[in-house]
């Protein structure tokens, strides 16, 4: 099965909404756009959702917000991950809040290192 490309309107919407700064990482993953802090990934796109890591607590309240179980292939739910709802999507105010959370919550994680092997392209 084929993963469609993201709607040229969500690219640019995370461009826009996910932060610039020290230690926030832009990449590609599965060919999306990707964000990450010390490589934990913690917003990205797939096909036309908008998609966050999220801790227990913000993830229960994102879910009364609406916000559904993320599942790049059917039933196979990636647990942490929402889909940010449309509505919340819609007010860049709102979005940048939450997207602060997942953010903020990868950033207490340990980094990542480097994977034996990999080399930089």
Do not use: C
Not at 29 to 50: I, K, Q, S
Request: charged share 30%; no cysteine; glycine share 10%.
């Amino acid at each position: 099965m084929a993963w469609k490309k993201s709607p040229p309107e969500l690219v640019s919407a995370f461009d826009r909404l996910v932060p610039v700064t020290r230690g926030v990482e832009r990449r590609k993953m599965f060919g999306y756009p990707a964000a990450f802090v010390g490589g934990n990934m913690f917003a990205g796109l797939h096909e036309d959702r908008f998609v966050l890591r999220l801790d227990d607590g913000a993830l229960a309240e994102a879910k009364r917000l609406g916000a559904k179980e993320f599942e790049p292939m059917p039933g196979r739910a990636m647990q942490g991950w929402i889909i940010l709802p449309a509505r919340l999507l819609a007010d860049d105010d709102e979005a940048r809040r939450w997207i602060e959370r997942p953010r903020s919550h990868v950033s207490t994680m340990p980094a990542k290192g480097k994977k034996k092997g990999a080399t930089k392209r």
